[in-house]
Nanobody, 117 residues
């Protein structure tokens, strides 16, 4: 699955950003079976799961973003989005979109989110 992420940028603390991840070359029947997720990685840190949404719509979030971030998917558009509110400087990272099915996991190029204090 080829993934295209967008929406990163520079925002002040307390602001909002919306990340989008599209899979334009993936057929619909394949996309709907994928568990989708957003991960992030800061310099010197390991990549961590931020939010995930399964093929059947179940969601989970990292404790650090609960109540502030919301993940959603639009299968008809083969898109998964991450709405990020009340951003904090600690949210600064490169954000990666992921598509997973079984042991197979595909990654998109990251999009940089910078939150200034």
């Amino acid at each position: 699955v080829q993934l295209q992420a967008s929406g990163g940028g520079l925002v002040q603390a307390g602001g909002s950003l919306r990340l989008s991840c599209k899979a334009p070359r993936t057929i619909f029947s394949v996309f709907v079976g994928k568990d989708m997720g957003w991960y992030r990685q800061s310099p010197g840190q390991e990549r961590e799961l931020v939010a995930a949404i399964t093929a059947n719509g179940s969601r989970k979030y990292a404790d650090s973003v609960k109540g502030r971030f919301a993940i959603s998917r639009d299968n008809s558009r083969k898109t998964v989005s991450l709405q990020m509110n009340s951003l904090k400087p600690d949210d600064t990272a490169v954000y990666y979109c992921s598509a997973k099915e079984g042991v197979l996991q595909d990654w998109g190029r990251g999009t940089l989110v910078t939150v200034s204090s």
